[in-house]
């Protein structure tokens, strides 16, 4: 077949053909990147010791590890990923495909560690043992599922997606670096200035208005758990609208004018959408922090 | 002291892969060509010549020392120059930065001096008018000459030359040309090129490089001879020629071990002769 | 070489990577200080300084490389005259750990010193490392180190036995003993690295 028949062809011209082949090309090239497999491992590590070696006493903390080694390192993989081909960019533009087709097949990409998310989600729910039933604090089982899909396939996914979008739009490799690190901080601070405030509704805002967050908190002295306000259903809509800002934000860029419209349309759309399932996560679920101890005491704070 | 390169056995493996084997040559003041097709062994070489690269085998002496000796290593280097085959250039600097970056890390420590050298190598590319300008600015024959430039510092006595003329037009050619010419009066140049042209026009002496070994080493004039009666103009692509093309004129040229009888011979070029030395597969235009 | 050479070679440094870091740790650890200890812990601090050996990766980056490792000039020199860019982050870490220090005047200045000397080496060290066989290491070194440095505070089976900063005493001492470790591996890995570059032909 002659290229020009190829691009003849109804069933190969098909965008969605188009997309897949280059969706799984793009996939291929994430699994190949070095820091997958060494995301693996450790996540692998991690997950055994908080997970399988003790009983686990804080689900809360369980968060850190498959955020990190697949969210994180999904960041710096999507940026990377982006980033390898802008030396044949004068080439790449005039192929047949967009860039936005190929930034969509970068997107999908993202599938990649969102599968091994889901999959370490399910490990997560089938080998688990709380130390009791107080160590999910007043979350009940549909609240717990939601927090856990929260913290592992949501961050799997939206890591990449956001890395893609910022290598998008920003040119410098250095910003990678700083990217890890405001991200990382950002959850950090906000958790931590609810943890100070506890009674403040502002800082709740603040602790929501992040890609990750914690619903558990575990004391030492005395030993028990917090639960935060919030509700983990809606936060998890949250998470995948801001996927979904990803997304749009990295297809955006270099767009053509008659794609613009529809796009910020989307991002409207999207932004709206994020909107209301932040003031929904932060308005439902528990309205205060409660307190549940190893022998059964209930305290609202 | 003669300025003199010399090889004896040069073999360059990467991994399970030679790119270089059996390389011997020995060469003086003036302009020597690499000729050879893509992977033929003429960057690795020249990469070994700058000294950028140890050979994996054999010896090398340039200037009469030893590059594998770290104190002659040095000498040897300061008398040196090199333009890669893609160069990367800092980021925010302007072509005279630049050069004079490099001639900071030439040894060239004294200010005053250096710029007049910096601006000299400059004149002689022709990017006087060009100096205070970025590097991001300029075109990509201007880069090319700006890498030539920074080779140029302290008039080496071996300059080692790695695609020189890509991206250049035939004006800047022909400033290379002279510029070149006057360098190889004293120096040993080495030069890789695509451009038959160049090469006729500039070297006396080529090195055909194939597979990592060198299939052929004397003059240019000698080399252009071997096709001698051996290229003819016809009216029809020959099919047992080596290679076979349809001219300006409408005529084919074609190229093979022997002419057929009563062929309207033409005088060879330096392109027809590295066409029959290759041993290739038989090139053949499409017939109309 | 005279001081003015050594300036056209620190020309050569990615000042934005390095400025841009810097500014970015400032702004990191600013947040830490304002915020304070009981907020936050010392995360965002620690992390400032993983921004800090960010900076410092990137000044070993070095475009030109295919001409400029051929050139007479001994990478000692080389990678000494790039060595003073360092001055910049550690001047922003100094100034940082004066204002966690006056913030809360408990914390000892040594400790804080020590980190901030720490984290900058160990991101120079890990661009030397690699920039024999990478003209331009800072991209990867500056991510792997970053990626390291923030796991350490963030996943508790590290945190709890990994102090990357100084606050309570046993913090303190964890964070002098892993940060002392680590500029004097740094130190060794520079000087190795450099020398065996200037020492080995075609290094």
Redesign the interface.
Known sequence: MTITEVYLDPVATRPVARLAALARFEMRRYVRHPMFPLGIGLLALGCYYLVLRDPLTDPGGLFGVPAFFLGVFGVAIGFRLTHSTRGADEVLDVAPASPQLRTGALCLAALVPFALGALTLAAILIFLRPAGPWAYGMLGPSDRFAMLAGEVAAVALGGPLLGIAVARWVRFAWALPLLVVLASVWVILVNGVAATYPHSFAAELLRLLTPDTYFLTLDQQPRQMETLPGSPWFFLGWQLCLCALAVTVALLRDAAPQRRRPLHVTLAAVGLAAVAMYLLAATGGLGHTVVTRPDGTVIPL | MTATIEIDSVGRRYGSTWALREASFTLGPGVTGLLGPNGAGKTTLLRVLATALPPTTGTVSLLGHDPAVPAQQTGIRRQLGYLPQELGFPRGFTAFEFVDYVAVLKEWTQPDARHEEVARVLDAVGLTHSAAKRIRALSGGQRRRLGLAQALIGSPRILVLDEPTTGLDPEQRATLRAVLAEVAREAVVVLSTHQTEDLAALCERVILLDGGRVNYDGTVVDFVGQAAGRVWLATEPDPRARASWRTGTGLYRNIAEQAPPGAELVEPSLEDAYLLLRGAAPIQAATR | ??A??AL??L??V????VL??TA?AAL?GA?GVA?GP????S??LA??G??LA?AAA?TMD?????????????PVR?TAARAYALSIPILAGALLAIAVHTRDPALSPTALAVAVLGNTLLGFAAACATRRRL?QP??PA??A???TL??AP????IARRVQLFPGSPPATLSSNTWWTLATASSLLTIAVSTYVR?????A
């Open positions: 070489m005279t003015w050479p056209v070679l020309r050569a990615t000042w934005p990577a841009g870091l970015g990191v947040v915020l009981a907020s936050t812990g995360a965002p992390t400032a993983a921004l960010a990137f070095e475009p030109s490389a295919p001409i400029v490792d051929i050139t007479p000039t001994s080389r003209a800072g991209g500056a991510t180190i970053t990626v923030v796991a963030l996943l508790n089976p200037a020492g080995k032909p075609y």
